[in-house]
């Protein structure tokens, strides 16, 4: 029985613009995706405290909803996002980033929800400090990519760009 290892498709010292920033990037993504999850939450919650008054406090029992409801959408917008064409979230297209598996695929829906289950729980259960990971892997890999075998990279885009500006810095082209 043989088993297929596929090798790493993004090599940091072979492609250097792929992994260039993209921690600092990746931060501002996560806020920008915080307040897209956030704003429908806070809108549902308004709408439960209105429904409440209206119905005299009978509506304030729609409250227990919002806990399961929130990570519901987070879930499906995880899942969504990262699972649709982009491979990424809104924050990260906004930062020009996507998301692959370690041999170079798209993710897909249920990578992109187990990706932000993954990283709630690592979050929750080992505190923050667990972001540190990245700081020590030559990808840049948080330790929720690496026990989904993930990797977050410039967009084609972005890495074009960055290649372009290091070939016209390199020294050999000031002769």
Not at 159 to 165: K, Q, S, W, Y
């Amino acid at each position: 029985m043989s088993i297929d290892i596929k090798p790493h498709a993004y090599d940091p010292a072979v492609n250097p613009e792929l992994f260039e920033g993209v921690l600092s990037r990746r931060v501002i993504a996560f806020l920008i995706d915080f307040v897209v999850i956030a704003v429908p939450v806070v809108l549902a919650a308004m709408f439960i405290f209105v429904f409440g008054i209206v119905t005299l406090g009978l509506g304030f029992a729609l409250y227990w909803l919002l806990p399961a409801g929130s990570v519901i959408w987070a879930i499906v917008y995880f899942g969504a996002t990262l699972g649709g064409p982009s491979s990424a979230t809104i924050g990260m297209r906004v930062m020009d980033l996507e998301m692959r598996t370690w041999y170079g695929a798209p993710a897909y829906f249920v990578l992109g929800a187990v990706h932000a289950i993954v990283f709630w729980v690592s979050i929750s259960a080992l505190t923050p400090f667990v972001l540190l990971v990245a700081f020590f892997n030559e990808r840049r890999r948080l330790l929720h990519d690496i026990v989904l075998g993930t990797v977050i990279v410039n967009n084609a885009r972005r890495a074009a760009g960055l290649r372009a500006e290091m070939t016209r810095a390199s020294p050999h082209n000031r002769l």
